[in-house]
């Protein structure tokens, strides 16, 4: 279960909301339509579900306390990272990996 976001912009995905024309741009490429099911998936899911899942890629982000799934697909640049709470997710944030060299 979802327990906090990192953002506003998450939380209004999650929740539905229509974005703003601004918000759009800011997420670019993103399937909304598909990080919105991500994140009803992770509301529901169990560390147990998300590892049975391959799909979503779900791993461990290395030298944090963080873990991350796919927000879309694979090939997105698109991330959902969020923080373990006892059997809660919090800080839940989409994040655009970029490429840094």
Excluded: C
Excluded at 4 to 31: V, Y
Excluded at 43 to 52: M, P
Excluded at 61 to 81: E, F, H, P, Q, V
Aim: net charge negative; no cysteine.
């Amino acid at each position: 279960m979802i327990k906090s976001f990192g953002d506003k912009l998450t939380e209004k995905i999650f929740s539905g909301e229509k974005l703003t024309k601004q918000e759009r741009k800011q997420i670019g490429s993103l399937k909304v339509e598909k990080a919105e099911a991500r994140l009803d998936q992770l509301d529901t899911a169990e560390e147990k579900d998300l590892l049975l899942a391959p799909h979503l890629f779900y791993h461990n982000l290395k030298g944090t306390n963080r873990y991350s799934i796919d927000a879309d697909s694979r090939k997105s640049l698109w991330r959902i990272t969020f923080a373990w709470e006892d059997d809660e997710m919090k800080d839940v944030l989409l994040v655009k990996i970029e490429d840094t060299h």
